[in-house]
């Protein structure tokens, strides 16, 4: 039977009181109630604070380059569609440097899970507004005050027309895990935007202030309806939701590839005499 021991990787390097724990031990509880083996999970990410957490794994991972999570999942899942696939990154990862892949992973549906721990800052790199960061938001870089206004993840794939779209925080383990779990057992492209505090660099979106603001969705809340989905992905503020906003069944990318009819392409057999005659017409 697999344990959360099963998935122990090597010493974390983040600052105690991290967000970030919460979410890697959420991720693992998920793993572990969703009786999956180190072998069928495949964790990829970026770089940041937050692309550290497959070091931390001990499972199959890929840390690849800033902001082409997306790219190195989607390759993944075509290629084996048996694996478990979920990429990691921080908000700066996936919103900013990844932001063109965050777009069109959404459009192809890929069936993959993405955990987006956003911090509301740029952690690794020392303290600069990433794309959600409150506009005023004072950094090293931003003395005046961020001028940019702030990038609504949820709603923009809501408009996209994103197959699960979804909201939790590294405070609630129990909230976070049953949410990776629903996300991963969901067909098609899945998005976590895990609020997280970052204690050394943002010090306006702290532990309290979450606290203070965040409720569940109601039990009677429909994910299926877009319209009241894009309202609730609106508030921000005083109160702000976390739970599942909308979900859409519809096929994924690779249902619908050609190439993929036959099974994963790792089981399918390479006959290269197949490829000859198209050789041929090329010398
Ligand atoms: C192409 C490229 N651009 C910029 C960087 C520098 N860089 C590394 S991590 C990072 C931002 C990290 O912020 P985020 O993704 O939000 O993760 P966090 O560290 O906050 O968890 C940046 C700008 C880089 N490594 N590669």
């Given amino acids: 039977m697999v344990t959360i021991d099963d998935y122990q990787g090597q010493v974390t390097a983040w600052c105690p009181g991290c967000g970030d724990f919460g979410i890697l031990q959420a991720l ?16 990829v990410s970026g770089i940041g604070q937050a692309s550290k957490l497959p070091h931390y794994m001990k499972c199959n991972t890929f840390n690849g380059l800033h902001g082409r ?21 921080g908000d700066g990862d996936n919103y900013g440097e990844g932001g063109n892949h965050f777009l069109h992973t959404i459009r192809r549906n890929i069936d993959i899970t993405l955990l987006v721990h956003n911090n509301r800052v740029y952690g690794l790199t020392k303290g600069q507004a990433s794309p959600t960061s409150d506009p005023g ?18 709603s923009l794939a809501i408009s996209l027309h994103a197959s ?9 383990i129990d909230h976070l895990s049953w949410l990776i779990k629903e996300a991963v057992q969901h ?4 998005l976590i935007d895990i609020l997280q505090p970052c204690i050394t660099f943002n010090k306006k979106n702290t532990y309290r202030w979450y606290k203070e603001r965040i409720y569940k969705l109601a039990e ?3 994910p299926a309806n877009r319209l009241a989905a ?15 906003f909308y979900r859409e069944k519809k096929p994924t990318f690779a249902d619908q590839l050609f190439g993929l009819k036959k099974g994963p392409l790792f089981r399918q057999r390479l006959d290269p005499s197949q490829v000859m005659p198209l050789l041929e ?3």
Avoid: C, M
């Avoid at 938001?137 to 949820?154: D, E, H, R, Y």
């Avoid at 067909?187 to 899945?190: E, V």
């Fill in 220 to 222: 009677e809340y429909d």
């Fill in 230 to 244: 894009f309202k609730k992905a609106e508030e921000w503020g005083d109160k702000i939701p976390i739970g599942i």
């Fill in 69 to 89: 999570i997306l790219p190195v999942a989607t390759g993944a899942k075509i290629a084996n569609q048996e694996l478990v696939v979920i990429g990691v990154g």
């Fill in 281 to 283: 017409t090329l010398s």
């Fill in 164 to 172: 699960f779209v979804s909201r939790s925080w590294s405070g609630d």
């Fill in 28 to 43: 693992k509880k998920a793993l572990v109630d969703l009786k999956l083996e180190p072998h069928q999970v495949l964790i």
């Fill in 137 to 154: 938001f004072i950094s090293k870089v931003q003395p005046q005050g961020v001028i940019s206004s702030s990038f609504n993840a949820l």
């Fill in 187 to 190: 067909k098609g492209f899945s």
